[in-house]
């Protein structure tokens, strides 16, 4: 049977095959970090579609975890968000600068196609479609808006910073977090581009998501999430993820452990934040930072942007001039936003023997 094209595709076909190659991956991964019988977390996934119809899968992530305000690491070494379209995402980023790295050395890349003649920065191919695909609806509004159960969760004072913007921190271990929820998050970037500030540097556009793919959970609603992601596709799979909370026992708890998954590159297990196995002394040391903190990705840019003279990543965040426009507009229609204070946690320092 001939392959078919994404144009012959219907929406429905296509979150299917989208939902199975994400759930095929994740258990062709090695058994570390992923839950046991009793224990239940959720999975994303950042998917590109050719015009063939071919699917790839880029990047995956595991987790529900955040940490409090009061374990967040100055230089950027810890992972504070660990959820799954946080953790997805961030190897989405370190997958970016490796195809980057390849184009430059060796002419060659799954999605980059050429460098533009004159702000010299890498195309990503046009006909590639990007998705963000998730095994349950994203925390935050997207959830409180369909989960009674979550609306209790999320609307107390301690975790809702303006029921008219919609902000919500994430729930953490011990200290509140002050991490907004992952649909806070999700709408961000569907505004700035999903790349971030600092590969806006590299890229000649801003990359935007075609498409949010949900799994089949408990609580999601169509309209609800169209208002909220417009004007991303919303599609639904009805493929259950085998971890999620509908698919273990009632007494079930959530897994401690994150993974992720970058294509072509490695995988990995975090566990509050720092990588599975590390002891308490090597945790903070910057060789042994996950590959996808502030800390490592500051350092993979730093690696692939020539004639740079920053010395800090707050250095390198204001010389993102478009981008900076983009959130400028951003924060203006949402004041109440969460800005991290770039004098506590932006002074991170990659030493030149690092680099």
């Not at 070494?77 to 430059?104: G, M, N, S, T």
């Not at 998705?131 to 609307?155: M, Q, R, W």
């Not at 959970?217 to 609800?224: I, V």
């Not at 004041?335 to 990659?350: A, E, F, G, L, V």
Request: glycine share 4%.
């Amino acid at each position: 049977m001939p392959k078919r094209s994404l144009e012959d595709m219907d929406e429905n076909e296509l979150a299917e095959k989208v939902a199975q190659r994400c759930y095929s991956l994740f258990s062709s991964l090695p058994k570390t970090g992923k839950p046991t019988e009793h224990e239940w977390t959720h999975l994303s996934c950042v998917v590109c579609v050719n015009d063939a119809g071919q699917i790839d899968v880029l990047s995956l992530g595991t987790g529900t975890k955040c940490l409090g305000k009061d374990q967040r690491c100055s230089k950027g070494l810890l992972i504070q968000d660990q959820h799954a379209e946080v953790i997805a995402r961030r190897c989405f980023l370190k997958y970016l600068y490796k195809q980057i790295d390849l184009f430059k050395s060796i002419k060659k890349s799954d999605i980059i196609t050429s460098v533009c003649e004159h702000s010299k920065k890498f195309v990503i191919n046009s006909l590639l479609k990007f998705y963000l695909f998730t095994s349950h609806t994203p925390c935050g509004e997207a959830s409180i808006l369909t989960d009674d159960v979550k609306k209790c969760k999320f609307n107390n004072p301690t975790k809702c910073l303006s029921k008219e913007n919609g902000l919500y921190l994430k729930p953490g271990k011990g200290y509140q977090t002050d991490s907004l929820s992952c649909t806070n998050k999700i709408r961000r970037w569907l505004q700035l581009g999903i790349e971030g500030c600092l590969l806006s540097q590299l890229l000649s556009t801003p990359l935007y998501l075609d498409g949010i793919i949900i799994g089949k959970c408990s609580a999601r609603n169509m309209d609800t999430l169209e208002c909220l992601f417009s004007p991303c596709q919303i599609l639904f799979s009805n493929s259950q993820f085998e971890y999620s909370p509908e698919a273990v026992s009632e007494n079930s708890k959530s897994c401690s452990n994150s993974i992720g998954w970058i294509s072509d590159v490695e995988s990995f297990v975090t566990t509050d934040g720092y990588l599975l196995g590390k002891t308490k002394k090597a945790r903070l040391v910057e060789k042994h930072s996950p590959p996808i903190s502030k800390y490592a990705l500051f350092k993979s840019f730093l690696r692939l942007k020539q004639l740079n003279n920053f010395s800090t990543y707050a250095e390198a965040k204001l010389a993102c001039k478009d981008y900076n426009v983009r959130r400028q507009q951003f924060m203006i229609k949402n004041p109440s936003w969460i800005q991290t204070n770039p004098q506590q946690y932006y002074q991170i320092k990659i030493e030149d023997d690092e680099k």
